[in-house]
Protein backbone atom coordinates (compact mmCIF):
# COMPACT_ATOMS: atom_id res chain seq x y z
CA UNK A 1 0.00 0.00 0.00
CA UNK A 2 1.29 3.40 -0.87
CA UNK A 3 1.78 6.21 1.54
CA UNK A 4 -0.21 8.90 -0.33
CA UNK A 5 -2.65 10.09 1.79
CA UNK A 6 -0.80 9.58 5.09
CA UNK A 7 -2.23 11.52 7.63
CA UNK A 8 1.09 13.22 9.24
CA UNK A 9 1.43 12.64 13.07
CA UNK A 10 4.50 15.16 13.50
CA UNK A 11 3.78 15.93 17.56
CA UNK A 12 4.56 13.41 20.21
CA UNK A 13 1.66 13.54 22.06
CA UNK A 14 2.71 11.65 25.43
CA UNK A 15 2.32 11.50 28.65
CA UNK A 16 3.62 10.93 32.09
CA UNK A 17 3.32 6.72 32.06
CA UNK A 18 1.15 5.57 34.80
CA UNK A 19 2.32 2.73 36.91
CA UNK A 20 0.87 -0.88 35.08
CA UNK A 21 -0.43 -2.29 37.66
CA UNK A 22 -3.84 -2.93 36.85
CA UNK A 23 -5.83 -5.60 38.51
CA UNK A 24 -6.74 -8.28 35.34
CA UNK A 25 -6.58 -9.48 33.29
CA UNK A 26 15.54 -3.47 1.43
CA UNK A 27 16.15 2.48 -2.01
CA UNK A 28 15.83 -0.03 -5.14
CA UNK A 29 18.56 -3.02 -6.58
CA UNK A 30 21.25 -2.64 -4.88
CA UNK A 31 20.69 0.45 -2.31
CA UNK A 32 17.08 -1.70 -1.45
CA UNK A 33 19.29 -4.52 -0.66
CA UNK A 34 22.00 -2.38 1.30
CA UNK A 35 18.75 -0.86 3.63
CA UNK A 36 17.70 -4.86 4.48
CA UNK A 37 20.76 -5.56 5.29
CA UNK A 38 21.78 -3.32 8.34
CA UNK A 39 18.51 -1.92 9.57
CA UNK A 40 16.94 -5.77 9.80
CA UNK A 41 20.19 -6.71 11.46
CA UNK A 42 19.96 -3.56 13.21
CA UNK A 43 17.05 -3.56 14.20
CA UNK A 44 15.29 -6.86 14.36
CA UNK A 45 18.59 -9.54 15.37
CA UNK A 46 19.00 -7.01 18.25
CA UNK A 47 22.77 -6.07 17.93
CA UNK A 48 22.11 -2.51 17.19
CA UNK A 49 26.00 -1.11 16.71
CA UNK A 50 26.18 -3.37 14.04
CA UNK A 51 25.62 -0.46 12.24
CA UNK A 52 29.21 0.90 12.99
CA UNK A 53 30.47 -1.82 11.96
CA UNK A 54 28.74 -0.95 8.09
CA UNK A 55 29.64 2.66 8.00
CA UNK A 56 33.31 1.84 8.98
CA UNK A 57 33.25 -0.51 5.92
CA UNK A 58 32.57 2.65 3.34
CA UNK A 59 34.09 5.50 5.53
CA UNK A 60 36.90 4.17 7.95
CA UNK A 61 37.37 2.36 10.93
CA UNK A 62 38.41 5.30 12.90
CA UNK A 63 34.81 6.49 11.97
CA UNK A 64 33.79 3.13 13.48
CA UNK A 65 35.97 3.37 16.61
CA UNK A 66 34.62 7.27 16.86
CA UNK A 67 31.50 5.98 17.12
CA UNK A 68 32.15 3.02 18.96
CA UNK A 69 33.58 4.94 22.27
CA UNK A 70 29.98 6.93 22.20
CA UNK A 71 28.35 3.48 23.03
CA UNK A 72 27.58 2.94 26.61
CA UNK A 73 28.95 -0.34 27.90
CA UNK A 74 27.94 -2.20 31.08
CA UNK A 75 29.32 -5.31 33.16
CA UNK A 76 27.25 -8.38 33.13
CA UNK A 77 29.59 -11.12 34.87
CA UNK A 78 27.05 -13.95 34.06
CA UNK A 79 27.42 -14.07 30.03
CA UNK A 80 28.60 -17.36 28.27
CA UNK A 81 31.25 -16.99 26.13
CA UNK A 82 30.26 -19.28 22.55
CA UNK A 83 33.02 -20.81 20.78
CA UNK A 84 33.93 -18.75 17.44
CA UNK A 85 31.72 -19.95 14.98
CA UNK A 86 28.99 -21.28 17.10
CA UNK A 87 25.30 -20.10 17.86
CA UNK A 88 24.95 -17.68 20.75
CA UNK A 89 22.45 -15.71 21.96
CA UNK A 90 21.40 -11.79 22.35
CA UNK A 91 19.47 -10.41 25.36
CA UNK A 92 17.56 -7.10 23.98
CA UNK A 93 16.03 -5.13 26.16
CA UNK A 94 13.67 -2.13 25.59
CA UNK A 95 14.07 -0.23 29.01
CA UNK A 96 11.94 2.04 30.99
CA UNK A 97 14.94 3.79 32.54
CA UNK A 98 14.21 7.33 32.86
CA UNK A 99 18.04 7.85 34.30
CA UNK A 100 19.58 11.17 33.04
CA UNK A 101 16.17 12.14 31.10
CA UNK A 102 15.94 16.13 30.86
CA UNK A 103 13.49 17.96 31.97
CA UNK A 104 11.05 17.69 29.08
CA UNK A 105 11.61 14.02 28.91
CA UNK A 106 10.76 13.82 32.16
CA UNK A 107 7.29 15.54 31.91
CA UNK A 108 6.48 13.47 28.89
CA UNK A 109 7.89 10.12 29.93
CA UNK A 110 8.24 10.56 34.19
CA UNK A 111 11.32 10.53 36.27
CA UNK A 112 12.66 7.23 38.60
CA UNK A 113 11.10 7.96 41.29
CA UNK A 114 7.16 8.11 39.99
CA UNK A 115 8.04 5.59 37.65
CA UNK A 116 9.43 3.29 40.47
CA UNK A 117 12.90 1.93 39.29
CA UNK A 118 13.46 0.65 35.79
CA UNK A 119 11.80 -2.42 34.46
CA UNK A 120 11.83 -4.30 30.85
CA UNK A 121 9.58 -3.34 28.70
CA UNK A 122 10.91 -5.06 26.16
CA UNK A 123 12.79 -8.73 26.92
CA UNK A 124 13.72 -10.74 23.54
CA UNK A 125 16.24 -13.21 23.07
CA UNK A 126 17.95 -13.27 19.41
CA UNK A 127 19.57 -16.86 18.59
CA UNK A 128 22.09 -16.43 15.81
CA UNK A 129 23.72 -19.39 13.74
CA UNK A 130 26.88 -17.90 12.31
CA UNK A 131 27.17 -20.68 9.63
CA UNK A 132 23.96 -20.53 8.13
CA UNK A 133 23.37 -17.13 8.49
CA UNK A 134 20.50 -17.71 10.59
CA UNK A 135 18.20 -15.51 12.74
CA UNK A 136 14.93 -16.58 15.36
CA UNK A 137 13.69 -13.93 17.82
CA UNK A 138 12.25 -15.07 21.33
CA UNK A 139 9.96 -12.81 23.19
CA UNK A 140 9.61 -13.30 26.64
CA UNK A 141 6.23 -11.88 28.36
CA UNK A 142 7.12 -9.03 30.85
CA UNK A 143 4.50 -9.91 32.95
CA UNK A 144 5.28 -14.04 33.37
CA UNK A 145 6.52 -15.17 36.47
CA UNK A 146 9.71 -16.63 37.52
CA UNK A 147 11.92 -17.58 39.61
CA UNK A 148 14.27 -15.51 40.39
CA UNK A 149 17.93 -16.37 40.50
CA UNK A 150 20.72 -14.42 42.72
CA UNK A 151 20.22 -11.97 44.89
CA UNK A 152 16.57 -12.24 46.01
CA UNK A 153 16.34 -9.57 48.93
CA UNK A 154 14.82 -6.54 46.51
CA UNK A 155 12.64 -8.65 44.56
CA UNK A 156 11.74 -12.10 46.46
CA UNK A 157 11.65 -15.73 45.51
CA UNK A 158 9.28 -15.20 42.77
CA UNK A 159 8.27 -12.26 40.62
CA UNK A 160 7.32 -11.00 36.98
CA UNK A 161 10.81 -11.60 34.85
CA UNK A 162 10.54 -7.36 34.29
CA UNK A 163 11.30 -6.91 37.68
CA UNK A 164 15.05 -9.08 37.18
CA UNK A 165 16.23 -5.97 35.59
CA UNK A 166 15.85 -3.09 38.38
CA UNK A 167 19.13 -3.26 39.52
CA UNK A 168 20.41 -4.21 36.06
CA UNK A 169 20.96 -6.86 33.02
CA UNK A 170 22.99 -8.82 35.43
CA UNK A 171 20.31 -10.69 37.11
CA UNK A 172 18.10 -10.72 34.15
CA UNK A 173 20.68 -13.23 32.42
CA UNK A 174 21.18 -15.53 34.77
CA UNK A 175 17.23 -15.68 35.95
CA UNK A 176 16.81 -16.43 32.12
CA UNK A 177 19.46 -19.04 31.99
CA UNK A 178 18.39 -20.62 35.52
CA UNK A 179 14.70 -20.95 34.53
CA UNK A 180 15.04 -22.16 31.06
CA UNK A 181 17.99 -23.49 30.26
CA UNK A 182 19.10 -20.07 27.53
CA UNK A 183 22.47 -19.00 27.93
CA UNK A 184 23.01 -15.49 27.00
CA UNK A 185 26.49 -14.22 25.33
CA UNK A 186 25.45 -10.59 24.85
CA UNK A 187 22.91 -8.19 26.25
CA UNK A 188 22.07 -4.87 23.87
CA UNK A 189 19.71 -2.19 25.93
CA UNK A 190 17.81 -0.01 24.26
CA UNK A 191 15.60 3.17 26.34
CA UNK A 192 13.15 5.72 25.11
CA UNK A 193 15.57 8.29 24.06
CA UNK A 194 17.92 6.35 21.71
CA UNK A 195 14.33 4.84 20.36
CA UNK A 196 12.58 7.79 19.55
CA UNK A 197 15.97 9.33 18.22
CA UNK A 198 16.64 7.02 15.88
CA UNK A 199 12.61 7.07 14.41
CA UNK A 200 13.06 10.41 14.22
CA UNK A 201 16.28 10.58 12.23
CA UNK A 202 15.04 7.94 9.62
CA UNK A 203 12.25 10.15 8.89
CA UNK A 204 9.44 8.29 10.62
CA UNK A 205 7.17 5.69 10.02
CA UNK A 206 3.68 4.66 7.97
CA UNK A 207 1.53 2.80 9.87
CA UNK A 208 -2.07 1.49 8.73
CA UNK A 209 -4.98 1.94 11.50
CA UNK A 210 -7.70 0.01 10.33
CA UNK A 211 -9.15 1.86 13.17
CA UNK A 212 -8.90 5.39 15.64
CA UNK A 213 -6.75 4.26 18.17
CA UNK A 214 -5.65 5.27 21.79
CA UNK A 215 -3.92 4.03 24.93
CA UNK A 216 -4.03 6.84 27.53
CA UNK A 217 -0.65 5.21 29.54
CA UNK A 218 1.24 6.05 26.67
CA UNK A 219 -0.17 8.88 25.04
CA UNK A 220 -1.48 6.69 21.84
CA UNK A 221 -4.17 9.18 20.32
CA UNK A 222 -4.81 8.13 16.60
CA UNK A 223 -8.20 9.75 15.78
CA UNK A 224 -8.57 8.82 12.43
CA UNK A 225 -8.13 5.35 10.45
CA UNK A 226 -5.68 5.38 7.76
CA UNK A 227 -2.04 5.52 6.65
CA UNK A 228 -0.82 7.88 9.21
CA UNK A 229 3.08 9.18 9.19
CA UNK A 230 4.14 8.84 12.80
CA UNK A 231 7.59 10.17 14.40
CA UNK A 232 9.60 9.52 16.93
CA UNK A 233 6.79 10.26 19.98
CA UNK A 234 4.02 8.36 18.28
CA UNK A 235 6.47 5.22 17.53
CA UNK A 236 6.98 4.62 21.05
CA UNK A 237 3.87 5.05 21.81
CA UNK A 238 3.38 2.09 19.31
CA UNK A 239 5.60 0.15 20.40
CA UNK A 240 4.94 0.39 23.88
CA UNK A 241 1.36 0.26 24.01
CA UNK A 242 0.06 -2.51 26.51
CA UNK A 243 -3.36 -1.01 27.11
CA UNK A 244 -4.59 -0.77 23.71
CA UNK A 245 -8.21 0.72 22.62
CA UNK A 246 -9.80 0.64 19.08
CA UNK A 247 -13.19 2.56 17.98
CA UNK A 248 -15.30 0.02 16.61
CA UNK A 249 -19.16 0.09 15.53
CA UNK A 250 -19.63 3.32 17.78
CA UNK A 251 -17.78 1.96 20.77
CA UNK A 252 -14.37 1.97 22.21
CA UNK A 253 -13.02 -2.02 22.53
CA UNK A 254 -10.75 -2.85 24.73
CA UNK A 255 -7.87 -5.01 23.60
CA UNK A 256 -7.15 -7.08 26.99
CA UNK A 257 -3.83 -9.14 25.39
CA UNK A 258 -1.70 -6.86 27.27
CA UNK A 259 2.12 -7.46 26.27
CA UNK A 260 0.78 -10.25 23.44
CA UNK A 261 -0.84 -7.25 21.70
CA UNK A 262 2.36 -5.11 22.08
CA UNK A 263 4.79 -7.86 21.09
CA UNK A 264 2.44 -7.98 17.46
CA UNK A 265 2.74 -4.21 17.17
CA UNK A 266 6.03 -4.00 17.86
CA UNK A 267 6.88 -6.36 15.17
CA UNK A 268 4.47 -4.18 12.38
CA UNK A 269 6.79 -1.18 14.02
CA UNK A 270 9.78 -3.28 12.82
CA UNK A 271 8.41 -3.64 9.27
CA UNK A 272 7.36 -0.22 9.19
CA UNK A 273 10.95 1.29 9.95
CA UNK A 274 12.69 -1.57 7.21
CA UNK A 275 10.32 0.00 4.75
CA UNK A 276 11.14 3.76 5.56
CA UNK A 277 15.15 3.11 5.51
CA UNK A 278 14.36 1.35 2.20
CA UNK A 279 13.12 4.77 0.70
CA UNK A 280 15.15 6.76 2.93
CA UNK A 281 18.79 5.38 3.25
CA UNK A 282 21.64 7.39 2.19
CA UNK A 283 25.27 7.85 4.22
CA UNK A 284 23.57 11.03 5.97
CA UNK A 285 20.94 9.30 6.90
CA UNK A 286 22.19 6.37 8.64
CA UNK A 287 24.98 8.44 10.73
CA UNK A 288 22.01 10.85 11.51
CA UNK A 289 20.45 7.60 12.37
CA UNK A 290 23.34 5.55 14.13
CA UNK A 291 24.02 9.55 16.19
CA UNK A 292 20.46 8.99 17.79
CA UNK A 293 20.98 5.84 18.74
CA UNK A 294 24.18 5.68 20.58
CA UNK A 295 22.66 8.00 23.19
CA UNK A 296 20.14 5.37 24.33
CA UNK A 297 22.06 2.38 23.67
CA UNK A 298 23.53 -0.14 26.38
CA UNK A 299 26.19 -2.84 25.25
CA UNK A 300 27.67 -5.41 27.39
CA UNK A 301 31.41 -4.65 27.78
CA UNK A 302 32.51 -8.18 25.86
CA UNK A 303 31.65 -6.69 22.69
CA UNK A 304 34.44 -5.39 20.09
CA UNK A 305 34.96 -3.49 17.58
CA UNK A 306 36.35 -6.82 15.40
CA UNK A 307 33.53 -8.55 16.33
CA UNK A 308 31.08 -6.07 15.00
CA UNK A 309 32.97 -6.01 11.68
CA UNK A 310 32.68 -9.55 11.44
CA UNK A 311 29.04 -10.10 12.44
CA UNK A 312 28.54 -7.36 9.56
CA UNK A 313 30.62 -9.78 6.76
CA UNK A 314 28.70 -12.72 7.82
CA UNK A 315 25.06 -11.22 7.73
CA UNK A 316 25.26 -8.83 4.79
CA UNK A 317 23.07 -11.22 2.80
CA UNK A 318 20.29 -11.41 5.71
CA UNK A 319 16.72 -10.82 4.14
CA UNK A 320 13.84 -10.05 6.87
CA UNK A 321 11.86 -12.44 5.29
CA UNK A 322 14.16 -15.23 6.83
CA UNK A 323 13.33 -14.25 10.45
CA UNK A 324 11.86 -16.76 12.40
CA UNK A 325 9.87 -15.40 15.50
CA UNK A 326 7.68 -16.65 18.32
CA UNK A 327 6.93 -15.88 21.74
CA UNK A 328 7.24 -17.74 25.11
CA UNK A 329 3.91 -19.71 25.87
CA UNK A 330 2.34 -18.54 28.78
CA UNK A 331 -1.49 -18.50 30.51
CA UNK A 332 -3.17 -16.50 33.10
CA UNK A 333 -4.71 -17.64 36.17
CA UNK A 334 -6.27 -16.22 39.39
CA UNK A 335 -3.82 -17.41 42.40
CA UNK A 336 -4.25 -16.76 45.75
CA UNK A 337 -0.34 -17.17 46.17
CA UNK A 338 0.51 -14.16 43.72
CA UNK A 339 -2.48 -12.01 44.43
CA UNK A 340 -0.15 -8.95 45.16
CA UNK A 341 1.51 -8.92 42.16
CA UNK A 342 -2.19 -8.64 39.95
CA UNK A 343 -2.50 -9.82 36.70
CA UNK A 344 0.94 -12.19 35.93
CA UNK A 345 1.55 -15.39 33.17
CA UNK A 346 2.60 -18.75 33.86
CA UNK A 347 4.95 -20.90 31.77
CA UNK A 348 2.66 -23.33 29.82
CA UNK A 349 4.69 -26.64 29.48
CA UNK A 350 5.11 -28.51 27.78
CA UNK A 351 4.41 -26.10 25.33
CA UNK A 352 7.04 -23.99 26.39
CA UNK A 353 10.06 -26.50 26.32
CA UNK A 354 9.57 -27.36 22.41
CA UNK A 355 9.31 -23.42 21.65
CA UNK A 356 12.52 -23.06 23.30
CA UNK A 357 13.95 -26.53 22.02
CA UNK A 358 12.87 -25.04 18.61
CA UNK A 359 14.44 -21.86 19.13
CA UNK A 360 17.84 -23.48 19.93
CA UNK A 361 17.19 -25.80 17.37
CA UNK A 362 18.45 -28.25 20.11
CA UNK A 363 17.14 -30.06 23.68
CA UNK A 364 16.13 -27.75 26.13
CA UNK A 365 18.91 -28.05 28.72
CA UNK A 366 17.77 -28.64 32.20
CA UNK A 367 16.39 -25.71 33.97
CA UNK A 368 17.90 -25.04 37.36
CA UNK A 369 14.97 -23.08 38.72
CA UNK A 370 12.21 -23.84 36.97
CA UNK A 371 9.49 -20.84 36.93
CA UNK A 372 6.58 -21.24 39.19
CA UNK A 373 3.11 -21.98 38.46
CA UNK A 374 -0.14 -20.77 40.62
CA UNK A 375 0.96 -22.87 43.51
CA UNK A 376 4.39 -21.34 43.47
CA UNK A 377 5.76 -24.31 42.24
CA UNK A 378 7.08 -25.59 39.55
CA UNK A 379 4.56 -24.38 36.32
CA UNK A 380 1.98 -27.26 35.68
CA UNK A 381 2.08 -29.08 32.23
CA UNK A 382 -0.85 -28.27 31.09
CA UNK A 383 -3.47 -25.34 31.45
CA UNK A 384 -5.81 -27.45 33.52
CA UNK A 385 -5.43 -26.00 36.50
CA UNK A 386 -4.36 -28.64 39.72
CA UNK A 387 -7.16 -30.28 41.94
CA UNK A 388 -7.28 -28.16 44.93
CA UNK A 389 -7.81 -31.15 47.31
CA UNK A 390 -5.92 -34.88 47.38
CA UNK A 391 -7.93 -38.03 46.37
CA UNK A 392 -5.57 -40.07 49.27
CA UNK A 393 -6.26 -37.60 52.13
CA UNK A 394 -2.99 -35.46 51.82
CA UNK A 395 -2.96 -31.85 52.52
CA UNK A 396 -4.87 -29.12 51.15
CA UNK A 397 -2.82 -26.80 49.07
CA UNK A 398 -2.40 -23.10 50.48
CA UNK A 399 -3.68 -21.57 47.18
CA UNK A 400 -6.81 -21.85 44.97
CA UNK A 401 -6.06 -21.11 41.02
CA UNK A 402 -10.11 -20.92 40.09
CA UNK A 403 -9.06 -20.50 36.35
CA UNK A 404 -6.95 -20.94 33.93
CA UNK A 405 -7.10 -18.98 30.27
CA UNK A 406 -4.85 -19.84 27.52
CA UNK A 407 -4.00 -16.18 25.74
CA UNK A 408 -4.55 -15.47 22.24
CA UNK A 409 -4.35 -12.86 19.99
CA UNK A 410 -7.14 -11.22 17.22
CA UNK A 411 -4.50 -8.88 15.17
CA UNK A 412 -6.85 -7.28 12.60
CA UNK A 413 -7.77 -4.35 14.95
CA UNK A 414 -3.60 -3.26 14.78
CA UNK A 415 -1.84 -1.27 12.72
CA UNK A 416 -0.06 -2.54 10.04
CA UNK A 417 3.05 -0.96 7.54
CA UNK A 418 1.75 1.20 4.97
Known sequence: MGTAGAVDRGVAVTRKERREARPTGSARAGR??????????????????VALALVGITTGYVYVQYRFHQVTKVTVRHLKVAPVGAPFNVLLIGSDSRANFTPADQ??????TTAGGQRSDVVKIVHVIPATGQVSILSIPRDTMVTVAGDTSETGSYNRINA???????????TIEADFGIPIEHVVQLNFVGFRGAVDAIGGVNLDFPYPAKDTYTGLDITTAGCQHLNGGYSLAVARSRHYEYYEDGYW?????????????QNAFLKALINQAEKQYNPLTLNAFIGSVVQGVTIDSTFTISELVSLTQQFRKFASTNLATATLPTYAASSSEFASYGAVLYVQQPQANQVISQFLGTPVPAAGTPPPGPYGVESTTTTTAPPA??????????TSATSVTTTTVDTSFDPTPC
Open 32 to 49: SKSARTWLDWLLLSGVIV
Open 107 to 112: AAYGNE
Open 164 to 174: TYNSGPDQLVQ
Open 253 to 265: QYDGTSDFGRIQR
Open 389 to 398: TSSSGGSTPS
